[in-house]
């Protein structure tokens, strides 16, 4: 691998990193203000995983023609790693949030269909 090929991978590991960071911040910013939307979230998603289609390649690339990686890969690659680890279990708090307000929400949801079901009911009988 050529060493402007190998500054490219640190280059996209370091974007990659700092997606994710971002991507965290924007998780505990919604946990602060839960009224904030998860398309957010999606964007963030969309850019991680452009980056991770462009650094896939690179990366097969130099494990193929290095055994180990260089201390500044490893380094940025273990870092990478710990943001990720840090994020899953605000993912996962997040996201048990999300399914508990829902079934908060739900008969709130469910009767209040029921009584414009019933007001039509009553319209369509009444005007009959």
């Known amino acids: 691998m050529l060493a402007h090929e190998e500054q490219t991978l640190i280059d996209y590991t370091i974007k990659l990193k700092q997606q994710y960071q ?6 505990d910013a919604i946990e602060r203000e ?40 490893k380094a940025l690659t273990d870092e990478t790693i710990d943001v990720v680890k840090s994020l899953m279990p605000k ?23 029921r009584a414009v079901q019933m007001q039509n009911a009553y319209r369509g009988n009444h005007h009959a």
């Open 22 to 27: 971002s991507l965290s911040e924007i998780v």
């Open 34 to 73: 839960p009224g904030r939307g998860v398309e957010a979230i999606n964007e963030q998603m969309k850019q991680i995983k452009q980056t991770e289609d462009l650094l896939r390649p690179l990366r097969e690339r130099y494990q193929e023609e290095h055994e180990h990686a260089s201390g500044q890969i």
């Open 91 to 113: 993912l996962a708090g997040l996201e048990k949030a999300s399914v508990d307000s829902l079934r908060r929400l739900f008969p709130k949801i469910q009767g209040s269909v």
